[in-house]
């Protein structure tokens, strides 16, 4: 069982996240109401729907995190699932993305951000600066 496989799993029981189609139109996604969270895109990448604002406020944090892809301008992060503590990093992380849907609910009413998958720029996990 790969690692997002493993992480599906894992968050497919969450009660607050229901299994959808992607926006995106690639692999698998998770979301809470209307507001798409997760977007499970291969067996080792996912993009999390974090807000702009949440990012903002760990962004040092997660520019730290070798697991982490932030692309400028993007609301969505990228995480790079090889391990089980990236899926725990994940499992953190949609907590967070669903308590930042949950804290500005109007902003749901706003077209979806595209997420990351796709995006110009090539995220590897060996990417130095994070971006």
């Known amino acids: 069982m790969t690692a997002a496989s493993r992480a ?13 189609r992607p926006s995106c139109g ?13 977007h499970f ?3 080792r990448s996912v993009d999390l729907h ?3 604002k949440a990012i903002r406020r ?4 997660l520019r730290h995190s070798t697991a982490i892809r932030l692309l400028p301008g993007s609301s969505w992060v990228t995480v ?17 993305a669903l308590q930042a849907h949950q804290r500005h609910p109007g902003a749901d009413d ?3 951000p595209r997420c990351n998958d796709h995006r110009e720029a090539t995220l590897t996990r060996g990417s130095v600066g994070g971006v």
Do not use: N, Q
Not at 8 to 20: C, H, N, Q, Y
Not at 58 to 61: A, L, T
Not at 83 to 95: F, Y
């Open 8 to 20: 599906m799993t894992r968050l497919a029981i969450w009660p607050d996240l229901a299994e959808g």
């Open 26 to 38: 690639t692999g698998r996604a998770l979301r809470s109401g209307v507001v798409e969270i997760v």
């Open 41 to 43: 895109h291969s067996d």
């Open 50 to 52: 974090l807000t702009a």
């Open 58 to 61: 760990f962004e040092k944090d």
């Open 80 to 96: 790079h699932l090889e391990c089980e503590t990236d899926i725990d990093l994940l499992m953190t992380l949609v907590s967070a």
């Open 110 to 112: 706003a077209p979806l």
